[in-house]
């Protein structure tokens, strides 16, 4: 009887906090803006220039391999973009770059490679 009141105890405790907290999940997803890939349209002459190469690699100031965005997850360019704005990602070039961008403007270049193959 014991062990059967305390599961009941226990899922009920882990219920309420469930009901707590997914919601409060939800919210912080709803207050991330929207990425719209069209929009990007206008906005990606910064990234080409890199991330655009044929081959990936780019010679200023010696020749470093670029990552390929096109076609990685939308929350994870986000967070990279959001990384190098704050310095917890470090290249001079992403960091100025991101630093330059809304989050909007992170949102829809997500948007965008995102949905690129």
């Given at each position: 009887m014991k062990l059967r009141q305390l599961t009941i105890r226990g899922l009920s405790a882990l219920a309420a906090t469930l009901y707590i907290l997914v919601?409060?999940?939800a919210q912080a997803e709803d207050d991330q803006p929207?990425?719209?890939?069209?929009?990007?349209r206008s906005k990606i002459s910064?990234?080409?220039?890199c991330h655009g190469i044929k081959g990936y690699k780019a010679?200023?100031?010696?020749?470093?391999?670029?990552?390929?965005?096109?076609?990685?997850?939308?929350?994870?360019?986000?967070?990279?973009?959001?990384?190098y704005a704050s310095?917890?990602?470090?290249?001079?070039?992403?960091?100025a770059i991101a630093q330059s961008l809304s989050?909007?403007?992170?949102?829809?270049?997500?948007?965008?490679?995102?949905s690129l193959k």
């Open positions: 919601p409060a999940a929207k990425g719209d890939a069209e929009a990007a910064m990234c080409i220039g010679n200023f100031p010696s020749v470093y391999h670029v990552p390929m965005i096109a076609g990685q997850n939308a929350e994870y360019l986000v967070q990279a973009l959001k990384d310095g917890a990602r470090t290249f001079p070039t992403m960091e989050d909007e403007d992170m949102a829809d270049l997500a948007a965008y490679y995102s």
